[in-house]
């Protein structure tokens, strides 16, 4: 999985957005409660995935979600962001950080677990 996969071009990882950047995206007019409800709640990733389709902040969104997540693992992502869930941005951080061996995508072993 690639950024171009997605339709559009991630640039750099490393900088905070430009002020004013998100007063248009499709989620900022949402309360909290709302937001959580859509965007954080597994049975409703379809209809965060729809919002964030229609959304001109959707490539910003990635980029800092993906920035934000670095390499942690799948099991520590939550939510939609970027009209990707979890796993899709856990791949495509994989696939633009170049890893080959994948950081563990399962919740670590308990202690004493062989």
Do not use: W
């Not at 750099?12 to 248009?24: A, K, L, Q």
């Not at 900022?28 to 859509?38: V, Y």
């Not at 965007?39 to 209809?47: A, C, I, K, L, R």
């Amino acid at each position: 999985m690639s950024a171009k996969h997605f339709g559009f071009r991630l640039t750099s990882f490393d900088s905070e957005p430009s002020p004013g950047t998100f007063e248009r995206a499709v989620c900022s007019g949402f309360d909290l409660e709302t937001a959580d409800a859509i965007f954080f709640t597994p049975s409703n990733e379809g209809t965060a995935i729809a919002f964030c389709e229609t959304c001109p902040c959707k490539a910003e969104c990635l980029r800092l979600a993906l920035n934000a997540e670095g390499l942690i693992p799948l099991y520590r992502r939550f939510g939609v962001s970027g009209g990707l869930t979890p796993a899709q941005r856990f791949d495509l951080s994989q696939s633009l950080n170049g890893e080959h061996s994948k950081v563990s995508s399962t919740s670590p072993s308990k202690a004493g677990d062989a």
